[in-house]
Each structure stands twice: as structure tokens, then as C-alpha cells.
């Protein structure tokens, strides 16, 4: 019984192009995060929400739109894709509060063409 | 510029030896710390954590020592198996409440040779 799972797993498409990734948990869980693995391995929170709610947004290009249509859900829409957006995204969710764990989903392999 | 870092990229130990991942940081405001591990086309799965209230915690084979004035944390793994063969993420946060975000090192790539 997968956690937090996405959709696609791998994902391949041209420059200019609209995607989406979706995401979801069935943990119960209340607030949600996008993550971005790039070339250099790091591994950095793009966004959070928390019950629908958008927490944090860490200066990512307006490109990038997430969407919460409910608390186990957050989609992640990328217009106009650009070489630089190649990279993995994770999804992950964690109850709220300071210390909770975050659950990580697979990653989405995304390349841009 | 990188608050958490994982200088070692990779590291490589004998089955049944001790392995020891170190991680650094430098915001003073980090107060919980967090060693994920990841397989190959997976993503992290939390391993242990630990308060900046303590300087150790202990989860069977994995102990994690936080030593605040070196801001340095170490995971040991004892006895190393085959199947620790991974990449570590050392990971920090501040502060918590809704703004709760973790900041990742590098990573580690653990191989346990058999």
C-alpha cells in the first residue's frame, strides 16, 4: 500500500511544452511539499501546503503552479518547460508541526528536450 | 550557499565494520536533524532524527550524535550490511510550526562490500 505516490515516473517532452505531475498520499496527512533533485544531486523544497494552503513557495519561476484540489493531493503544472527544469521531483508529506518526518514519494524523472 | 554539507561524496566499509557519515552545518537556527537513505529510482525514507536538545539517539543498528558547538552530526551504522548500500541525505530544520521545511546535504554514497 504505497504512501505517497506520483505519477508519471519518468517523463519526456520538448522545450515549450505544458506538464503535470501529480501527487498523492493516503497517510492522512495534512500538509504537502514539491522537492526538486537537480544535476548536482541537491535536493531542494520548491513548495509546501498545508490543508490546501500554500506555505511556502521558494522563489520558484512563476512557470511552476502547484495545485491542492484537497489535502491528499498536490499537483505540480510546469508551463512553457525549459532545458533547467530537467531534473527529479519529489512529492513528500508530513503532519504539521516543527519535527514531523516528511514521507517521500519516488520522484518523477522529468527531461526536457 | 549550502547550510548543510556532506563533504565525503562517497564511502566504502566491509560488512560487519562500523560505517560513519558526518554532516556540517551553519545556521545556528537549525534545531532538528534528519538522516534520510535512498535507493537507486526511490525516494528517501526517514531513517532517524534528533533534537538539538540531545546529543544522541539510538535506533538499533543506527546512532545519530549531535555535537551543537562543532555544528557537526554523525550517523553510525553498526554493524554495516550489504543492504545499507545507499545514498544518505543528512537533513535540517528550523523553527518548525506550518513553515516546517527540511534543507539537504549532498548526499553519501554507503557502499557495504560483502
Known amino acids: 500500500d504505497t504512501a505517497v505516490s506520483q505519477t508519471p515516473k519518468y517523463l519526456v517532452t520538448q522545450m515549450g511544452n505544458d506538464k503535470s505531475i501529480k501527487c498523492e498520499q493516503n497517510?492522512?496527512?495534512?500538509?504537502m511539499y514539491w522537492y526538486k533533485q537537480d544535476s548536482k544531486k541537491f535536493l531542494k523544497i520548491m513548495f509546501s501546503y498545508n490543508n490546501k494552503e500554500l506555505i511556502i513557495n521558494e522563489t520558484v519561476p512563476n512557470r511552476f503552479s502547484p495545485k491542492s484540489p484537497d489535502k491528499a493531493h498536490l499537483n505540480l503544472h510546469i508551463n512553457s518547460l525549459e532545458l533547467g527544469d530537467s531534473a527529479v521531483y519529489f512529492c513528500?508529506?508530513?503532519?504539521?508541526?516543527?519535527?514531523?518526518?516528511?514521507?517521500f514519494g519516488p520522484g518523477t524523472r522529468l527531461t526536457v528536450l | 550557499d549550502q547550510q548543510v554539507k556532506q563533504n565525503s561524496p562517497s564511502l566504502s566499509v566491509q560488512e560487519g565494520r562500523i560505517s560513519i557519515l558526518n554532516c556540517d552545518y551553519t545556521?545556528?537556527?537549525?534545531?532538528?536533524f534528519l538522516w534520510y537513505k535512498k535507493y537507486p529510482a526511490e525516494g528517501p525514507t526517514f531513517l532517524i532524527s534528533i533534537s538539538s536538545i540531545k546529543d544522541k539517539n539510538e535506533d538499533g543498528r543506527f546512532t545519530v550524535f549531535l555535537n551543537k558547538s562543532a555544528k557537526h552530526l554523525s550517523l553510525h551504522i553498526v554493524p554495516s550490511q550489504p543492504g545499507d548500500s545507499a545514498v544518505y541525505f543528512c537533513?535540517?530544520?528550523?523553527?518548525?510550526?506550518?513553515?516546517?521545511?527540511?534543507?539537504f546535504g549532498k548526499g553519501t554514497l554507503l557502499t557495504v562490500n560483502p
Open positions: 537533513a535540517a530544520s528550523a523553527g518548525g510550526g506550518s513553515n516546517y521545511k527540511l534543507t
Open positions: 513528500a508529506s508530513s503532519q504539521p508541526g516543527g519535527s514531523d518526518t516528511q514521507y
Open positions: 497517510l492522512g496527512h495534512d500538509t
Open positions: 545556521n545556528s537556527m537549525f534545531d532538528y
